[in-house]
């Protein structure tokens, strides 16, 4: 059974742009989450999809934001980047809603800005 | 106040000893936790969960859930080398802890 897929691995931009992240869960999963690691944080929530919809949301600006497909794909796109979103994002997907189910994380996407 | 408060660490151990990490959380609407290990640039995987509680055994590993002291631990018995990781604990409002970082000394 296929794991979950993060991809690009690494992305390096500079200040300003935008990025778009895209995770595909294991097939039967229906809700991906997405998450934010730094050393000095660790990891941090952003969102959840669950059916397309957006589940909950953790406490990010507005520049971060996401989707989900029929299909149960996510993509996560950041905009307007600063140095500080330089970070592994992760995304994970559960049967279940993440915030009870056990998670299955991607090998993440390395960002940095700058 | 950060919901799950883990006991950060570093920990190091000797080969075959007993490993106690342990969570305390905020939110008493908490029903699941989960614990989670991640080695030095790999991402996090499951290794336990639990909802009821006691104590809970898998193998080497057992995690325990005090819901009316509001924590959760996880203990390693027979620690190993390979155990040598970031444990990091979870509950289901989505916060993770600031995990702890252990060292089991061959």
């Known amino acids: 059974k296929a794991g979950v897929t993060q991809t690009p691995r690494y992305l390096i931009k500079t200040r300003g742009q935008q990025v778009t992240l895209s995770c595909s869960p294991i097939s039967g999963h229906r809700s991906v989450s997405w998450y934010q690691q730094t050393p000095g944080q660790g990891l941090q929530f952003l969102f959840e999809?669950?059916?397309?919809?957006?589940?909950n949301k953790g406490n990010f600006p507005g520049r971060f934001s996401g989707r989900q497909f029929s299909n149960s794909r996510s993509e996560m796109n950041v905009s307007t980047l600063e140095l500080g979103d330089s970070a592994l994002y992760l995304c994970a997907s559960s049967r279940g809603t993440a915030g009870g189910s056990p998670l299955h994380f991607g090998n993440g996407t390395r960002l940095t800005v700058t | 106040q950060k919901e799950v408060e883990q006991n950060s660490g570093p920990l190091s151990v000797p080969e075959g000893a007993i490993a106690s990490l342990n969570c305390t959380y905020s939110?008493?609407?908490?029903?699941?936790f989960f614990w989670y290990r991640q080695y030095s640039g790999k991402s996090p995987e499951l290794i336990m969960f639990?909802?009821?509680?006691g104590d809970k055994e898998d193998g080497r590993f057992t995690a325990q859930l005090n819901k009316a002291s509001q924590y959760v631990s996880l203990l390693i018995r027979d620690s190993q080398p390979s155990d040598s990781a970031t444990y990091l604990c979870?509950?289901?409002?989505?916060?993770f802890g600031t995990g702890t970082s252990l060292t089991v000394i061959p």
């Open positions: 639990i909802y009821s509680n």
């Open positions: 939110d008493r609407g908490s029903q699941s």
């Open positions: 999809y669950f059916s397309e919809t957006q589940r």
């Open positions: 979870y509950g289901n409002q989505f916060y």
